[in-house]
């Protein structure tokens, strides 16, 4: 297994969510954390509640306010990181948004928006971190993606292509640092039960009826609490996991993707109109 005591790991979009429940997991296991978000409210809080459940173990924990769609920021974020901390041994690339929408519905700045979140900020930070990275004795980069990284469903367009970019992207350089000292693990999430839905941009064309309606449908279908993804992918980068599938809504999707890979959603759309 890969020992994560003493090292240290750069977790984005860690104010909330998955990547707050990541930051828990790493610190329980004596990781130094950078934690890294454009709210610092809810950054500090995160900083706090490690900080009092673990003190006893010196955990060195830096906050940073970081928009991973800013390329300057990120840019001088790993200058930052390693005047704290000395090092990296983990990035995990967890910041994302959503929109929601049909490609006509959603309007193209929306579209520029969500990319330059959920794929650019991703692709920036490990540029800017992979050189840091290569330094350590034993590295990983964990890079979040989705059940909608593995499926397309209608009414997705946007965040579909960002998060099957992140898993192409992942994929690709896994296989080109085969043998080196940097791992690749991609992360496909399902349903779990974080702001993400709730604060996802929607096409202002929409009835107040209808946003309603799909506010309902995605508090019913996100139930696995963030704890316990953040657990999964935590034990799933010990070992060293090239792809981590969270839930078992996301498992029975690779499987009937893999089993249909053009037909699938006249399966798994069904239950979708439930």
């Not at 929409?206 to 309603?212: G, P, Y």
């Amino acid at each position: 297994m890969l020992k994560l005591k003493g090292r240290t790991a750069v977790v984005t979009g860690a104010a909330g969510g998955i990547g707050h429940a990541i930051a828990v997991s790493l610190a329980h296991r004596g990781c130094h954390l950078a934690l890294a978000d454009i709210d610092d409210a809810a950054l500090a809080q995160t900083a706090a509640e490690i900080r009092g459940n673990r003190a006893q173990d010196d955990i060195r924990i830096s906050q940073h306010h970081l928009d991973v769609s800013d390329r300057a920021a990120v840019s001088a974020f790993p200058t930052q990181v390693m005047a704290e901390h000395g090092g990296v041994d983990v990035l995990v690339n967890n910041a994302g948004v959503a929109l929601g929408g049909t490609f006509l519905a959603v309007a193209e700045s929306d579209f520029d928006w969500l990319f330059g979140i959920n794929f650019w900020g991703v692709v920036q930070m490990t540029r800017a971190f992979l050189p840091l990275l290569q330094k350590s004795e034993e590295a990983r980069l964990v890079n979040i993606s989705s059940l909608f990284g593995l499926i397309a469903p209608p009414g997705q367009t946007a965040y579909c292509a960002s998060k099957f970019a992140v898993r192409g992207f992942s994929e690709a350089l896994r296989h080109e640092l085969a043998g080196t000292r940097v791992g690749v693990t991609v992360v496909h999430p399902g349903g779990v039960a974080t702001s993400i839905a709730k604060n996802a941009r929607l096409p202002s064309s929409l009835s107040e009826e209808e946003v309603a309606k799909r506010r309902k449908f995605f508090d019913s279908v996100l139930t696995m609490p963030p704890e316990i993804a953040g657990e999964i992918i935590v034990r799933g980068v010990e070992n060293r996991k090239p792809r981590i599938l969270v839930g078992r809504d996301a498992k029975y999707a690779a499987l009937v993707e893999r089993l249909m890979p053009v037909t699938y959603w006249n399966w798994l759309g069904r239950g979708a109109k439930q």
